[in-house]
């Protein structure tokens, strides 16, 4: 929620107060030098103990509710037939409309069986845009991942409201090019992840929804990042300012035949799962299920992460909750365009990116722009963010660097962890870093993993710039910080 003092500023205010903490610290700048040259200069490899504040991601780093703790007590662990199950059940028929539910271990475990049982041999799947993790598995089932985004989608600074459309004239170029028959289905993913947690509008589900059905396409969204998508919408779109989040939600619903969820998004839990209105999906789900995450009431989740999803399930509705993240996103934002930093606009759902081509202009994208910000960003600050470019892609099949469409250096805002102050001294370092940023180089890989190499990966610094940005800083700020 957002407030207005009397000053007329308006700020984003926390709608729950702190009862569990986990105490910081902030290691000073050497032990933070030490840290990233022994980490390859991929924040991945960092260890917690070194650093303060962490932006990586907002994957399963959520606070939870009370509510969702205390569920926990009373999980049923039942290997079959568990109560915890049925719990879930409920919340995914109340919440998303869904009749049908498996439970799986996480969102990349949803996206393995539907590889499996929609994804064919020359199949093509159109989608807004990709997830890591989302290509691996489609590309894994020999099956071709088609990004239809908007010409907009890519541009970092921007007021359209919906980044996250699908177009509509190339959906239908996809079907004429390739045949409904080839097209496994089309997906829209929810505050897309990778173009700056950028939300569809309800308008272009719709139209998208429209042209599937008419050639019997079914429509699958990624869900992860639901609540923070039906948030923008009731804030950005024509039409719905009056709706509930829960209503907007179940209208989205409506325009799917199956939907999926990493929980350890707006769930702020763990696992994932699988939701259709079709029993024959449902059914080709069940069969897979035992093989790769386990029994049906289960489905490779604890019994208490299933609890606690069904609470999350319905918590993530209440627009307090929905709109926690997002609104101290936009502060976050908001203060970055204020000091000239190169941020990724409009605000979206999950982090503040940082356009690092324009932020550090001197790289070329072969020597990783997006990766050396990321490091840079945390030797100046102990602040964890993510590379979400060329090191996001792996090379192609004659072994050249993909390079890819935006360099973002992002920093996650895990829901309900992290407050006002904890924003101001992030953008604070960002600003000195943006003075300093001759000081900064290139990175080339001297450890590279074939699959997902952002992962695991190392790297080193073309030309020990990592040393000369630890003494400007320690020059400013003293040896302390
Ligand atoms: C996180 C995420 C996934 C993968 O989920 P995991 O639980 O990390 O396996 C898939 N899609 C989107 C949009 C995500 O944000």
């Given at each position: 929620m957002k407030v207005k003092l009397s000053n007329g500023r308006s700020i984003p205010i926390e709608m729950h107060k702190v009862r569990i903490v986990q105490k910081t610290t902030l290691p000073p700048i050497r032990q933070r030098l030490r840290a990233m040259e022994e980490a390859g200069y991929n924040t991945f490899l960092l260890r917690t103990r070194d650093l303060f504040i962490d932006m990586l991601t907002d994957s399963g780093t959520n606070a939870m509710s009370d509510n969702q703790l205390a569920s926990m007590m009373v999980s049923d662990d039942a290997?079959?037939?568990?109560e915890s199950y049925y719990k879930m059940l409920d919340a995914v028929k109340d919440v998303l409309g869904f009749e049908y539910c498996v439970p799986v271990h996480q969102g990349r475990a949803a996206e393995h069986l539907l590889a499996k049982i929609f994804?064919?041999?020359g199949g093509v799947v159109p989608m807004n845009y990709h997830f890591t993790t989302t290509k691996a598995h489609f590309e894994m089932a020999l099956g071709k991942v088609l990004e239809i985004y908007r010409e907009d989608a890519l541009q970092t600074e921007s007021t359209n409201p919906f980044k996250g459309n699908l177009d509509l004239d190339k959906f239908q170029k996809v079907i004429d090019e390739?045949?409904?028959?080839?097209?496994s289905f089309v997906r829209m993913e929810a505050t897309t992840n990778l173009i700056g947690g950028q939300p569809f509008s309800l308008e272009n589900l719709c139209g998208v929804r429209k042209i599937a059905e008419k050639h019997g396409i079914p429509v699958i969204i990624d869900c992860s990042l639901i609540s923070e998508n039906a948030y923008f919408i009731q804030q950005?779109?024509?039409?719905?300012?009056?709706?509930t989040i829960a209503e907007i939600v179940l209208e989205m619903m409506s325009h799917a035949d199956l939907i999926y969820l990493s929980g350890r998004k707006s769930t702020c839990v763990r696992g994932g799962l699988i939701a259709t209105k079709h029993k024959k999906y449902f059914d080709q789900l069940v069969a897979w299920l035992p093989v790769y995450e386990g029994f049906i009431t289960y489905g490779g989740m604890s019994s208490k992460e299933i609890e606690a999803m069904a609470v999350g399930l319905r918590e993530m509705v209440d627009p307090d909750i929905a709109s926690s993240s997002a609104d101290l996103i936009e502060y976050f934002v908001n203060q970055m365009v204020q000091r000239g930093i190169?941020?990724?606009?409009p605000p979206g759902g999950l982090a503040g990116h940082v356009d690092a081509m324009k932020f550090l202009?001197?790289?070329p994208q072969s020597q990783y722009p997006a990766g050396a910000m990321a490091a840079a960003l945390f030797l100046a600050s102990g602040v964890r963010s993510m590379e979400r470019g060329t090191i996001s892609m792996d090379r192609d099949e004659q072994g050249n660097d993909v390079l890819s469409d935006v360099e973002l250096c992002r920093m996650a805002v895990p829901r309900r962890v992290y407050s006002m102050s904890h924003i101001d001294y992030v953008v604070d370092r960002l600003e000195w870093l943006l003075h300093h940023r001759d000081l900064v180089g290139g990175l080339e890989f001297y450890h590279e993993p074939p699959v997902l190499r952002f992962f695991t990966g190392k790297l080193k610094t073309l030309d020990n710039w990592g040393s000369r940005l630890a003494d400007a800083f320690a020059a400013d700020f003293g040896e302390n910080y």
């Open positions: 290997y079959a037939g568990g994804v064919k041999p390739y045949g409904a028959d080839r097209v950005r779109e024509a039409g719905y300012a009056d709706k190169p941020a990724v606009t202009p001197h790289i």
